[in-house]
């Protein structure tokens, strides 16, 4: 796996302390999913690819167990669609939702093509 990021093929997500085993794998690049998928790509791969796609550029990406991400060990990132609540990031201070399908953001709601000026 080490060599497959490496090649930039795939993404490898940590937990914050831990450098031994990944806690997710998501291809370098969207696009490759279109591209090995037989059928239609799930959408929430797509996100949660594109985000940790354009942040691991420049910043610290990590799991957790809460969020989908946490950047440089503060920040909080629950990605979904326009519809997703605020109910998993409730308790978490520094939480934000990367909101697919939104145009413009509130609050602690951020649009996810925003994140694409970030690479």
């Known amino acids: ?58 910043y610290k990406v990590s799991y957790t167990k809460q969020t989908d991400f946490c950047v440089n060990d503060k920040l909080y990132f629950e990605i979904g669609g326009k519809n997703k609540k605020h109910k998993q990031i409730k308790d978490l201070k520094h939480a934000y939702l990367a909101l697919d399908n939104t145009v413009v953001g509130f609050r602690n709601e951020i649009p996810l093509w925003l994140f694409g000026f970030l690479y």
């Open 1 to 58: 796996m080490y060599s497959l990021e490496k090649a930039h093929s795939v993404l490898l997500l940590r937990q914050k302390a831990k450098l031994v085993k990944p806690e997710k794998i998501y291809l370098q690049n969207t696009n490759y999913t279109y591209a090995l998928s037989a059928e239609n790509p799930d959408v929430g791969n797509l996100r949660e690819t594109f985000f940790f796609n354009q942040l691991q550029q420049g």
